[in-house]
């Protein structure tokens, strides 16, 4: 773990094992409206990047002063803004620990799946967001995915003609096309992917539950 100042010592609760390297340099401060951070090994080689942006940040929130964006699953693209958000934990961020908005699909042998489901958008922390994941036929596809609610009215879409390979994974947080929280209930989602190509069309769909604490 990298720090500006030994402040994050006493802020966060970090393990009496974990390497803290202390650099006492203002410059490792980053600009809210968005910078570029690259993770390179000894040989200058590229392990990671990101532009970040503080619109990543959970509308709900009044103020994210202090708040952490975190990444919602470390495996999926990070420079997919529907793959961070705030931090939920009480520090306001979760250094050498595990993200508290961690989310994560198992299931990559169905067609499509879902994981969490039922899952419950409430910021608490806990199943927070759900992952789609998905396996097609063809090589490479354009695909669609959209969320009705059970009245069969559209409420969302999540990709829109996105290139894809055979394979993906897609993270809804729960909230409608005007960024609203979708009401309890069931949900279907409908995937679309086209092989213009090859002249296919292969449609997939499921189901997912959207629950919160009454």
């Keep these: 773990m990298l720090a500006a100042d030994s402040s994050v010592d006493n802020k966060y609760r970090l393990d009496e094992n974990v390497n803290i390297t202390i650099l006492n340099v203002s410059s490792l401060g980053l600009v809210n409206n968005g910078e570029l951070i690259l993770l390179k090994d000894v040989k200058?080689?590229?392990?990671?990047?990101v532009w970040y942006s503080d619109k990543w940040h959970n509308d709900n929130f009044v103020s994210t002063r202090n708040i952490s964006l975190e990444r919602i699953n470390p495996k999926l693209n990070g420079n997919d803004p529907d793959n961070w958000s705030s931090s939920v934990d009480p520090a306001g961020a979760t250094p050498t620990q595990q993200n508290s908005i961690f989310t994560d699909n198992l299931n990559t042998?169905?067609?499509?799946?879902?994981?969490?489901?039922?899952?419950?958008?409430?910021?608490?922390?806990?199943?927070d967001f759900?992952?789609?994941n998905y396996n097609l036929t063809q090589t490479t596809s354009e695909v669609r995915i959209k969320i009705f609610d059970s009245k069969g009215r559209l409420v969302r879409t999540l990709l829109n003609n996105q290139p894809s390979g055979s394979s993906g994974s897609v993270i809804f947080n729960g909230l409608s096309n005007a960024g609203e929280a979708l009401r309890?209930?069931?949900?279907?989602?409908?995937?679309?992917?086209?092989n213009e190509s090859a002249g296919l069309v292969e449609n997939l769909k499921t189901v997912v539950v959207v629950a919160r604490k009454l």
């Design 184 to 194: 309890i209930g069931i949900y279907i989602i409908f995937l679309e992917a086209i």
């Design 109 to 127: 042998e169905s067609n499509i799946s879902v994981s969490p489901n039922p899952f419950s958008p409430d910021n608490d922390g806990f199943e």
């Design 44 to 49: 200058g080689n590229t392990i990671d990047s």
């Design 130 to 132: 759900t992952i789609i």
